[in-house]
């Protein structure tokens, strides 16, 4: 028998093994300001890369306003108890609506996280005899939600067509001895890579297979399609889509999300749906904020318009110097450079000590060992200065790592605050 706190003391996790070297610095960073491209890090002013702040909503004084006034007139309490009880409200009703008529659907529900909503979204939705099908990069909550999911699941490689077909012909097999369902749940956008979900591939796969598709839009959400709908809206297949899901922690610049379907699906997941039924409903002030950022998002083209200017800039700017960015297809844009952890770090530093650039990095056990991702988020609110002084802090870090100059068998000395 063990105690489970020398367990845990002993063995840190993936990342917290790392904790007494980045504590601060390349863990719980305190980016502080107001949400903009230039924040402080560290007591200096740094460009920022690293925030899902897609159409720079988060600090627009339209939004400042309106959340200061829905908590001047609510108060962050406002309503008690979850939706079910007691905590329904008219302007919680309104949001759904406008956003079920955003996202071409019928009916929405109001999630109090997008994290505990997915989960909790599959765990209502299937039972011991539905068969999951899902891609081999899904998010977090999404892997969770299958990990209370007590029948099978089958994974396919990530975007791999050909062996989707083949899990499904698996999971037709089995819900024939079954007599249950199956789902396929994927991402609109993929948040590391950038790339987008398959979903006109997957959507056409309904003429041979009997499945519905749940589809993670957290990042395609007032990013991607001409209104700003999404990867649904992009691919011209919202239609296709049974359950569309989203957060607003992205493009919002909020907290809580939302689930799109029809109406008796959505009436379903209000009363069977643990995570809102046993939570406390979204406070006001993020519901009357929300529906501004909505405003915004739906009556501001040029807030999309100036993302993608911004995004353009960028990634063309890195393919021009070389630099592989994979396929993104969306504003995420990963840089992938070759190198160790200890490369990564000095990189990473140096970037936010001498170039004043701050980005967020991740290494193995995320990515395959002996690579690097830099990962950068372009924002409306960057502009193309922004851009150029990147690029030209990109290219002299990676002369530099080509050079081996981050080469060095001692873990960086991190500057200030630990
Ligand atoms: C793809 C994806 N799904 C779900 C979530 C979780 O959303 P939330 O932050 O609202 O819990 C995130 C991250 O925010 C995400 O990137």
Not at 104 to 119: C, I, S, T
Not at 334 to 353: C, F, H, K, Q
Not at 384 to 412: H, M, N, Q, W
Request: net charge neutral; charged share 25%.
């Amino acid at each position: 028998m063990i105690d489970i706190f020398k367990k845990v003391k002993e063995n840190r996790g993936p990342i917290g093994q790392y904790q007494k070297q980045g504590h601060g610095y390349f863990a719980f960073p305190k980016l502080e300001g107001e949400i903009k491209p230039r924040m402080i890090f560290n007591g200096k002013e740094v460009l920022t890369w690293s925030l899902n702040n897609y159409l720079g909503l988060a600090n627009h004084p339209e939004v400042r306003k309106a959340d200061a006034e829905g908590a001047a007139k609510y108060g962050m309490a406002y309503p008690m108890g979850a939706r079910m009880m007691s905590g329904q409200t008219v302007l919680h009703e309104e949001l759904e609506r406008r956003l079920a008529k955003h996202v071409e659907k019928p009916d929405a529900f109001l999630l109090n996280y997008g994290y505990q909503g997915m989960v909790s979204i599959i765990d209502a939705m299937l039972d011991r005899n539905d068969v999951v099908v899902y891609d081999s990069e899904s998010h977090a909550c999404i892997l969770d939600g299958l990990r209370l999911h007590i029948g099978k699941r089958f994974v396919f490689p990530h975007n791999n067509m050909e062996n989707l077909r083949k899990q499904l012909e698996r999971a037709t097999k089995l819900v024939k001895d079954t007599s249950g369902g199956i789902m396929v749940i994927t991402e609109g956008v993929f948040g590391m890579a950038g790339d987008l979900g398959n979903l006109k591939e997957i959507v056409a796969l309904k003429k041979e297979f009997n499945f519905r598709l749940l589809v993670d839009d957290a990042h395609g959400f007032g990013t991607m399609g001409k209104t700003g709908a999404g990867v649904g809206e992009h691919y011209g297949v919202n239609n296709e889509i049974d359950l569309y899901f989203s957060t607003f922690a992205k493009s919002m610049a909020g907290i809580g999300a939302f689930v799109a379907a029809e109406p008796e699906i959505v009436d379903y997941l209000r009363y069977n749906m643990r995570s809102q039924t046993f939570a406390k409903s979204l406070p006001m002030p993020m519901v009357v904020g929300a529906l501004k950022r909505l405003d915004l998002l739906q009556n501001e083209p040029s807030l999309r318009e100036n993302l993608w200017n911004v995004v353009e800039a960028l990634q063309s700017g890195l393919r021009e110097r070389g630099f592989n960015i994979g396929c993104t297809e969306s504003p995420v844009t990963p840089v992938y450079m070759d190198g160790g952890v200890v490369e990564a770090t000095s990189l990473i530093m140096d970037l936010r000590e001498n170039h004043n650039i701050f980005c967020s990095v991740v290494i193995y056990p995320v990515i395959p060992k002996g690579q690097i991702l830099l990962r950068l988020i372009p924002t409306a609110a960057h502009t193309l200065d922004d851009v150029k002084e990147t690029l030209k802090a990109f290219e002299a870090c990676r002369e530099k790592l080509v050079k081996g100059e981050y080469k060095s068998d001692i873990f960086p000395v991190i500057p200030k605050g630990l």
